[in-house]
């Protein structure tokens, strides 16, 4: 088997909860992996195109996008347009989005209509992108069945595990009927603050939960992450250096050697890299220091994030080698002909039930 040949991998990005992070890892990830010379497709599928704004795309310009391609359908190549800066192809979005709900529902196949037009250009991508909006709506529908696979990002704070069940139920829904070879990419903890002592336990309760399908990459609360947008960037060009950026480099190669397991199942180091709940929460409770009640949360500066270390990633340091080893120059990864994730996920409470005893700090 050539494990070099390119073959595609469509990720819905997707958690209905709120500004859980799905459009920072959508535009983020797609420039690690774009600066790691994979080829990559971004869809915004969110009518508040935030990953559009995101990629340096005014969404009010846009005459053509997701819309388009799934109500017109306009072919994909035709209404994507390149991010230079970003280094992929996106497929913007404008609020026009709101009545493609609207319009699909009177359409037949309605569910269909992203795999259809994805299928005439998946070999042309190393990976497709979706970013999706925050409900299990048509548009969110769409992705799923048009997906290999689901990454959800989940925020380390209170109520992270709120709706979980729903996400995870409507992806076996569409296993079971339109989509069976729909896989859980990861849950990828997001906003991690080691100096909140809550975000550090809703992180160990997802991974007793759920185990190997947390990614061992953790992204960290990073200030540079939420500027990066306004520029209209990712974090690659933003900051290269900073500790989101390697967290979204590291979550690429975690993603990246994730696939040449799957493709080459008689590896003997094919044993998953994903975190084990034993390990992830030693880990975590000997290397995050936990903010105390009342103590101010320390802001970030970038000396201080170098010294911070990145929970699940090792540290900072590894995150950054772990980066430079998948980085440009590394031979390209294999391509995916396995899903990694087939079991079915364990049913979960719907929330944590841990209380929030400090505020999260932001830096
Ligand atoms: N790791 C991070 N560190 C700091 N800020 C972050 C981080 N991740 C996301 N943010 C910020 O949090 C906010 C919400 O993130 P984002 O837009 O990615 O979430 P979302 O899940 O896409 O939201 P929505 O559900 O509205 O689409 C944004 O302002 C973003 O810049
Ligand atoms: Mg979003």
């Known amino acids: 088997m050539d494990y070099t040949s390119p073959m595609s991998r469509i990720i819905a990005i997707a958690n209905q909860k709120g500004g859980v992070g799905k459009t920072t890892t959508t535009v983020n990830l797609s420039a690690a992996l774009a600066s790691m010379h994979k080829r990559v497709l971004l869809i915004d599928l969110d009518p508040q195109g935030n990953a559009t704004m995101g990629c340096g795309i005014d969404k009010h310009q846009v005459e053509a996008g997701i819309f388009e391609v799934l109500v017109d359908a306009m072919g994909v190549h035709d209404a994507s347009r390149k991010s230079p800066e970003n280094g992929c192809d996106v497929l913007p979005a404008n609020s026009d989005l709101t009545a493609a709900e609207v319009e699909l529902m009177n359409m037949e196949q309605r ?23 925050p409900s299990l709506n048509i548009l969110t529908l769409n992705a799923f069945v048009a997906a290999d696979s689901v990454l959800v ?43 909140n002592r809550l975000g550090v336990e809703v992180s160990t309760q997802l991974v007793q939960h759920f185990g190997e399908q947390v990614f061992r990459t953790v992204v960290p ?41 799957a493709a080459r199942p008689e590896d003997p180091a094919s044993a998953s890299d994903k975190a084990s ?6 880990q975590e409770t000997a290397q995050e220091p936990i903010q105390e009640p009342g103590q101010e949360p320390v802001l970030e500066t970038e000396g201080a994030a170098d010294r911070q270390p990145v929970p699940g990633s090792g540290t900072a340091d590894t995150a950054f080698s772990d980066a430079e080893h998948l980085d440009v120059g590394a031979p390209d990864e294999a391509a995916p002909t396995v899903d990694t994730h087939k079991g079915r996920t364990p049913s979960i409470s719907e929330q944590a039930s841990v209380r929030p005893d400090t505020e999260s700090a932001d830096g």
Do not use: K, W
């Open 153 to 195: 990002p989940v925020q380390c704070e209170y109520y992270a595990l709120e709706g979980l069940s729903a996400l995870l139920e409507t992806i076996d829904g569409v296993r079971e009927s339109v989509n069976p070879q729909l896989a859980i990419e990861g849950l990828l903890r997001t906003m991690y603050d080691g100096r």
């Open 221 to 261: 609360r990073n200030v540079r992450l939420a500027e990066a947008p306004s520029h209209g960037i990712s974090i690659m060009q933003y900051d290269r250096t900073s500790r989101g950026a390697l967290a979204y480099l590291a979550l690429a190669g975690e993603i990246l050697r994730q696939l040449s397991r």
């Open 277 to 282: 709940p034993q390990q992830e929460t030693a």
């Open 111 to 133: 569910e269909q209509r992203l795999h259809q037009a994805l299928e005439q250009v998946r070999e042309d991508y190393d990976f497709i992108l979706i970013d999706c909006p």
